[in-house]
């Protein structure tokens, strides 16, 4: 084991544990908040108001909770329960967290490689800024988004971005739903589609696994990969290099794919939330628990039976899993 490895596991050991709540169970708080009767749901908000456990929070989970027939009231009640705890986390986006863990892979296979910097984690604190992912490539990246594909896209963007409110976070995805409906769909089409096609894909190898084509087509299709390689280092042989790219030594890219590889041959029929249940899956290897939906966190344990004791649906088997950390104190 190697020095920083060493510590990192000192800090996990130190630190409180982090949980990733999806939408169903931030309701679940909702509705314990509102009612006199202790819950698995009361034991953890309890937890997250006093800092004994960190709650990790995705700028697109919002879309979820505006969806439907949510309104923007019963949204900034669930953005009230993050808002509320006491330690808080801010992950990127699914597409840059496999970029990041992509491109150091690519250190470890050229490290003379010229990529852009950004971290995926952070610490909230809305009294800050954190560079992040989207300023940092539209700057250093020529080509990176598509024409149109940025709301403002001519005009400058700091690399660092101050911290909103998760409140704030439900206005602007109440906004694109309600302004750009066209781009709020487009996120679920886009979902289904990569579904089917990667479904169809197998059913003529006869159910086999994907094929290094898939994946290299994957990383430029969706991580967009190549693009920067192209960019920043043209006499880089960009298909070569990414053929080489070891996505084990990847796990939030491995996890993803495995996942999906396990949903794709159980022949599962896509529906349009599921777009907002798998846009979380990025998000385990950097959490202590993660409570979601019961089909998801099958796909998710299938495709990696250790994560057993950290996906679950159910909030009391979150709370076991949580003991160790907090022992009796909540």
């Known amino acids: 084991m190697d020095r920083l490895s060493g510590l ?58 505006v969806d439907g027939k949510a309104t923007i009231e019963s949204a900034k009640e669930i953005a009230e329960v ?54 940092v490539l539209k700057n250093m990246v020529p080509g990176f988004f598509k024409p149109g594909e940025l709301l403002h896209s001519d005009a400058p963007l700091p ?3 101050p911290f909103s409110t998760v409140a704030e976070h439900v206005e602007r995805a ?23 096609h990667d479904r169809e894909g197998l059913a003529e190898r006869h159910n086999k696994s994907l094929t290094s084509t898939d994946h290299l087509g994957w990383m430029k299709r969706f991580v967009r990969i190549d693009r920067i390689i192209t960019a920043l280092n043209p006499d880089l042989p960009v298909d070569e290099l990414l053929s080489r790219v070891d996505f084990t030594k990847c796990p939030a890219v491995n996890l993803f794919l495995n996942a999906h590889m396990a949903r794709v041959k159980a022949k599962h029929v896509v529906h349009d939330n599921d777009v907002d249940d798998w846009m979380i ?23 990696d039976p250790s994560l057993g004791e950290r996906v679950t649906h159910d909030p009391e088997k979150a709370i076991e899993i949580l003991r160790p950390w907090i022992g009796e104190s909540g």
């Open 174 to 196: 109440y906004l694109c739903k309600t302004e750009r409906p066209a781009v709020y769909q487009e996120r679920v089409d886009g979902h289904k589609a990569a579904y089917q």
């Open 82 to 135: 993050v808002d509320s705890a006491r330690l808080q986390y801010e992950i990127e986006k699914d597409s840059f967290v496999f970029l990041h863990e992509i491109q150091a892979e690519l250190r470890r296979l050229e490290p003379g490689i010229r990529l852009p910097d950004f971290d995926v984690l952070f610490l909230r604190d809305i009294s800050k800024a954190a560079p992040r992912a989207l300023p």
């Open 159 to 161: 690399n660092e971005i």
């Open 281 to 303: 899956v990025h998000i385990v290897p950097f959490a202590e628990v993660v409570l979601t939906e019961r089909k998801l966190a099958h796909f998710i344990r299938q495709a």
């Open 8 to 65: 990192r596991i000192i800090m996990n050991i130190l630190l409180p544990p982090k949980i990733y709540l999806d939408t169903n169970h931030l309701i679940g708080i909702t509705k314990a908040r509102q009612s006199a009767s202790t819950t698995a749901y009361s034991s953890i908000d309890g937890y997250l108001r006093n800092g004994y456990v960190g709650i990790i929070f995705s700028p697109a989970a919002p879309l979820d909770w």
